[in-house]
């Protein structure tokens, strides 16, 4: 295993086990007091936390504007004779 792999997933660990107890100790997630529903709820804050960031800078800013489209000169019709 290469060496900043391992480190990233040491800091993920870290990441969840401070949420964990963030969560329970502050009384918040799905069921006060729990500290299984603490761990699932850090858990997916923290693995939505990602998808959370790249829809906010989606979601920022205003979308292109969409091309103008090509305006033809009208040819002039000369009225029917017969």
Not at 45 to 59: D, E, T, Y
Not at 70 to 75: G, R, S, T
Request: glycine share 10%.
């Amino acid at each position: 295993m290469p060496v900043g792999l391992g480190r990233v997933a040491e800091d993920e660990f870290v990441q969840v086990f401070a949420s964990t107890f963030a969560t329970y100790f502050g009384g918040f997630g799905y069921d006060a007091g729990n500290l299984g529903a603490a761990f699932i709820s850090a858990a997916a804050m923290c693995a939505l936390g990602p998808l959370c960031a790249v829809l906010g800078l989606r979601l920022m800013f205003a979308p292109r504007p969409a091309p103008e489209p090509e305006q033809h000169l009208a040819e002039e019709v000369a009225p029917s004779t017969t």
